[in-house]
């Protein structure tokens, strides 16, 4: 998935503090709008499929989601409005 510039974009984030480059691997910048949910913060971002994972996707794979960390925070995974 390639990250995407995100419309109302406020932050971009890039590694964590205690990122190792060469022992975890590249972690590059996320544009991400901060959205309020009902009374809720979120911090919202874009991805863009590639070619490849498109064509999978299309073939019945499904959307894994990764989070860092033995405790799962709140996510919501959506597919977003078609680009103007």
Not at 6 to 34: F, M, S, V, Y
Not at 42 to 53: D, H, I, Q, R, V
Not at 64 to 72: A, E, I, M, T, W
Request: proline share 11%; with cysteine.
């Amino acid at each position: 998935m390639i990250p995407k510039r995100i419309e109302g974009c406020t932050r971009a984030l890039g590694a964590p503090k205690n990122w190792d480059g060469k022992l975890n691997g590249h972690c590059g910048i996320l544009p991400i709008a901060d959205v309020i949910i009902g009374n809720l913060p979120f911090m919202l971002s874009a991805w863009e499929p590639t070619p490849y994972e498109l064509q999978l996707l299309n073939a019945g794979a499904s959307v894994h989601l990764y989070v860092q960390g033995s405790v799962h925070p709140v996510v919501s995974i959506a597919i977003g409005e078609p680009p103007k």
